[in-house]
């Protein structure tokens, strides 16, 4: 009998496991990759009695692999806030789904132990850019600002390795990254202490750096887009720029393509945080498009595809203004 832990490497994921170890330790294989690898299922095998905790990765494309795990006789926990899909209904599935725009995975653990971890689903949730219910949670649980503004930085920094074409791409590799963690139960002792956290700040402020001298490809009331240079700088940094771009103009959705290693481009895109809706519908029109209603992608567009992409991104949020 194997505990296996299939995780998002992203600080949601990450900040989700950790939770859940801290609570309940003990797992024999850890399965992640970068943000951008969300068929994790696919890489696990496993047989009857074998305990799988899913965590922060859309059901919907793990569906098939889902199906085969349970057959096994695998027992599946799995807690996510990505569009899903139908949910196979497996007496051996037990499934905490929340695809709500203001939850993400580390706050339905955070809820599932009873807010015992809680600075870890503060971190997470300023990661995911869902900045009102990190600030909700950290207000409840009376955090001082300055509490609060380092776990910001942290969930921020979490997430920024998360990002990249492959776990080449990123300064740490996330199964590293919580095994970095792990020993820490207070979030403030892991940045204060550790070197991995050190040498991904670093990084992180570099690739920020490089980003001040980008202007947008688009730019209109409701919408902002831009295209990045070919770079593994630009490939790690493009989700939180893309991030910062929406905190710096609420009302209006933003979109940045950065080229990856096979003439394509992967696409974020940012529904406007004053009105968290709409970035899951648009990039399922595109193949290889998905995720959720307040931040959504699509890996490998085509390059011929970038102007279409442009015009359907421009014409969707335009639309939403009325
Ligand atoms: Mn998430």
């Known amino acids: 009998m194997a505990k296996i832990d299939v995780f998002n490497g992203d600080a949601d994921g990450i900040c989700a496991l ?6 309940q330790p003990g797992s024999d294989r ?4 970068a943000k951008r690898d969300i068929r994790l299922l696919e890489r696990v095998e ?7 905790t899913v965590l922060d990765i859309s059901l919907d494309p793990n569906r098939p692999a889902l199906l085969r795990l349970l057959d096994a006789g695998a027992r599946v926990s799995y807690f996510d806030h990505h569009y899903a899909g139908e949910v196979p209904a497996h007496p051996n599935l037990q499934a905490h789904i929340d695809t709500a725009a203001d939850v993400c ?5 955070d809820r599932h132990l009873n807010g015992r971890f809680r600075p870890w689903a503060v971190a997470a949730a300023f990661g995911d850019n869902l900045v009102a219910s990190a600030q909700a949670l950290a207000h409840a649980s009376g955090y001082a600002t300055e509490r609060t503004r380092m776990l910001a930085a942290l969930g ?4 920024y390795n998360g990002y990249g074409d492959t776990p080449e791409d990123l300064h740490v590799h996330p199964a590293e990254l919580y095994s970095a963690l792990r020993p820490f139960a207070d979030p403030g002792e ?16 570099a690739d ?18 831009w295209l990045l240079p070919d770079a593994p700088w630009a490939r790690r940094v493009s989700g939180v720029f893309a991030n910062r771009l929406v905190s710096e103009r609420p009302e209006a959705a933003h979109a940045v393509l950065t080229p990856d290693a096979h003439g394509s481009y992967t696409v974020s895109v940012r529904a406007p945080l004053d009105r968290p809706d709409g970035a899951d519908a648009l990039c399922r029109q595109f193949a290889n498009g998905g995720g959720r209603k307040a931040a959504a992608g699509i890996n490998r567009l085509p390059a011929a595809e970038v102007d279409d992409f442009l015009r ?11």
């Open 190 to 205: 892991f940045v204060a202490a550790s070197p991995v956290y050190a040498r991904l700040a670093a990084g992180f402020r």
């Open 312 to 322: 359907r991104f421009g014409a969707h949020f335009s639309g939403r203004m009325r």
């Open 46 to 52: 496993a047989s009857t009695g074998d305990e799988i």
């Open 30 to 33: 850890l399965v992640t990759g």
């Open 18 to 23: 950790h939770q859940l170890r801290l609570a």
């Open 208 to 225: 920020l750096s490089e980003t001040k001298a980008l202007a947008p490809v688009l730019e209109r009331d409701a919408c902002r887009a």
């Open 105 to 109: 995975t580390s706050i339905i653990v």
């Open 156 to 159: 921020e920094c979490l997430n």
